[in-house]
């Protein structure tokens, strides 16, 4: 299953403490050799202030040689310039944290820095000393710290290049220390700050960007940020349908299909997964639309984009609902599960995948067929026939599929008995969205500047498009 694992993709977008926890899920797998996946976590170790643990990795992939001295040497290095940071921050946080300086400060935060320069001399170059500190304390593994003085930062700081560095480094620190509430509430406020149209935002470890081309600079920070967000999403109760807000907005779906297109196998498993809850969903308990209609939208750009991306995930929801090939499906199915389990961001919901799309799969046979074996059907779910039959009138039960439909268990069939819809309803149905369609027809004619023919009476005639 190694050719379909999306590790080596993702990593890039990712910053090197975030690729630790990708790495160590590899080793468990045993996709690739232990030794190989030693050696990438060694490289990456090497790249920051975690010594201790760098010489740890050496000694286990060269058990015969000494662990250099540098890195002792280093540590040591990183211990002294650890307590002089420290101190100088420590200096601007015995200001800040005093009772009666919180009730002084205000939303102006040009106010709260001549403030504390009036009062007790801080200037901005000291507060800046919060972000060194913060950053060394993230290189340095200590990610609850590294919050904390980031979050303290990004609240005095007027600098946007660095307050934006730390809104990466605080939304990497609440990652991975697993605060996915407050991890949440981050990535909301990146998000608002990518899409600002002001400036364009840094990367993470950026130091500056490229003003000629703000466009592409937010392209790419917006690829970043929703690799990011996989692990919030995928970590987070409601994680599932946030992502499906976020994934199937224009913005970031054009996103997805210009730059990073693998990130359809997460937005195709969080459809699949919301399927069931979203056709179960009551007036007390509603769905958004988007939610609703989230199998459709994600089955069309999978058909758009099948040239970049496709895997056995977006392979089985073509086939069910492009292909209608239910054999196929059950193949790809089958793939799927083991993609799905050995995937770092899905392997906890491989059961819940498999529940969703065994739906999917019962909800189109039973929308094509009126009378349904329920042994055939146990086959096509990749279920025996007992646990078949145990599995259909569960779902049967539980769902809205049991107002049309009803189960004979001594011919082990499924009738479905579906009302036929009106002639009226489905005329308006169908034209629901002509007189639209139409406008916008003629806007965008007019935009192109295509002259419109006139009538007898000299009005401009209406085309109307099916």
Known sequence: MAEYDLSKTIIPYLDRHLTFPILAHLAETELFPE???????????????????????????????????????????????????????QAVLNVIENPEVAQALRQDKNQNLQYLKDNFGLTLDQIR?????????????????AADYLYHFRVLSTDNDLNTSAHWGKL?????TGKWDVALEELNSLRDVVDSRQAPPLLPNSSSTNASEPALTQLHSRSWLLHWSLFVYFNHEQGRTLLLETFLSPTYLNTIQTACPWILRYLATAAILSRKTAAASSAS?????????????????????????????????KELYVEFDFEAAQRHLGLAEKVVGNDFFLQEFKDDFMDNARYLISEAYCRIHQRIDIGDLSDRLNLSRDEGEKWIVNL????????????????NVIEINRPPQPIYQSVIEKTRGLSIRTQALGAALSRAGVPTSQNPEGQPTTIAVN
């Open 172 to 176: 990497a620190s609440d990652i991975l």
């Open 285 to 317: 308990n509603p769905a958004s639309s988007r939610v609703r209609n989230a199998i459709r939208e994600v089955v069309r750009v999978i058909q758009m984009e099948e040239y970049q991306f496709q895997d056995p995930v977006t392979s089985f929801l």
């Open 396 to 411: 049967i039960r539980e769902t809205r599929m049991g107002q049309d439909a009803k189960i004979d268990l001594e011919k």
């Open 129 to 145: 000393a919060l972000y060194t500190f913060g950053q060394y304390q993230f290189s340095y593994g200590n990610y609850s710290g």
């Open 35 to 89: 030794s190989e996946v030693q050696i990438a976590q060694f490289e990456l170790a090497k790249g920051t202030n975690m010594f201790t643990y760098a010489a740890s990795l050496f000694a286990q992939i060269h058990p015969d040689e000494e662990v250099p001295a540098e890195f002792d040497e280093k540590r040591e290095n990183a211990v002294s310039v650890n307590e002089r940071l420290q101190q100088e921050a």
